[in-house]
């Protein structure tokens, strides 16, 4: 891809009877995503449509049958519908087994364009877990299923806001299990995984904070001893091979530190630990992305909200910059672009 060109990015629908094709539709109307790269929308043309005509927005929607063929032009949204689904099958705010499957087939299809070199990244609306269950599908997640898919096998998922970027050494884990995988070999290989990403997204020396599992670090051990027998050994094994690591770090401080620039990115022991912060830092602009994966892959940071689907009040704010950094990040210079 010469410098100059526009990357083309697949934006997969998510579930039809949630809020994605609202989202989408408003994001790629306000214009300015027709300025980062060439959108094309994989799922439904008549939910598209559906969404563009009930929230009034000025899109016009072009059904298109390769991404090559996507538009770069403000106002126009170009769509792939691999007719997979019929029209009847989508009752807003329901949970439906046949959207489920739909919505899943649309990512398949986008990681197979972006395997074969035709899409650059991929931009993702909303699953719905119960009806990609309910759908045959028992990888239920979109980095469950992009791994199995790509055969990936060191992947995490990280979620950022702004400057905030946060590595998650487990995700769907309950705690009492999550704590279990804070091994040394395991944040070892997090680490190992988020330098390689960082440098591909252009920071060539990302500084990186590992955050401690207890309380204050656990008080000299105290309080636990995973900081001593995991984390820290991880952290001096990833400075042996040249990665800026630092830690354990405990975690009431180190996100504090982050949002004020002492660290690039810090490594989260579980869920709660890293969302918490980046959703509180800044929800509506918080997106996530994939580490691991053969290509980039974005995500918005909110679930299909079947509540308010049909409303058409949904912002589209973190759709919006889940395609700006997929966008950027395909073309190797993300992180340092975004802000």
């Known amino acids: 891809m010469a410098s100059n060109e526009k990357p083309t990015v697949a934006i997969t629908m998510g579930d039809p009877c949630g809020i994605g094709p609202e989202v989408i539709a408003k994001a790629l109307a306000q214009g300015e995503a027709h300025t980062w790269c060439r959108p094309v929308v994989i799922g439904s043309a008549h939910a598209f449509k559906q969404a563009v005509d009930s929230a009034s927005l000025p899109l016009e929607v072009h059904a298109i049958e390769t991404p090559e063929e996507a538009s770069d032009a403000p106002g126009v949204a170009s769509i792939i519908d691999p007719q997979t689904l019929n029209p009847g099958d989508i009752t807003l705010g329901r949970v439906s087994p046949m959207c489920g499957k739909a919505a899943m087939g649309w990512v398949e299809r986008a990681a197979e364009l972006a395997q074969a070199g035709r899409v650059k990244a991929l931009a993702t609306a909303p699953l719905n877990k119960e009806a990609a269950s309910l759908g045959g599908y028992k990888a239920i997640g979109h980095m469950e299923l992009l791994q199995e898919k790509t055969g990936a096998k060191n ?18 884990r309950s705690l009492r ?95 709660d630990q890293g969302h918490i912060p980046v959703k509180i830092h800044g929800f509506e602009r918080s997106v996530s992305v994939n580490l691991g994966l053969p290509f980039v892959r974005t995500s918005v940071d909110h679930g299909t909200a079947f509540d308010i689907a049909g409303k058409w009040v949904a912002d589209a704010t973190s759709m919006l910059e889940a395609i700006r950094l997929a966008s950027l990040l395909s073309t190797g210079r993300g992180l340092s672009r975004f802000q």
């Open 155 to 172: 992947v995490a998922t990280m979620l950022m806001s702004g400057t905030l970027r946060v590595v998650h050494l487990t995700t769907h």
């Open 177 to 271: 299990v999550a704590c279990d995988y804070v091994t040394l070999e395991r944040v070892l290989s997090m680490l190992d995984l988020t330098h390689r990403s960082f440098v591909e997204w252009g920071l060539p020396h990302p500084r990186i904070a590992a955050a401690a599992l207890n309380p204050h670090g656990s008080d000299g051990g105290l309080l636990g001893d995973e900081e001593a027998t995991a984390i820290g050994p991880a952290v001096e094994a990833a400075k042996g091979k040249g990665i800026d690591a630092y830690g354990p770090i405990p975690a009431d401080i180190v996100f504090h530190q982050a949002i004020r620039g002492s660290y690039d990115v810090v490594l989260a022991m579980y869920h």
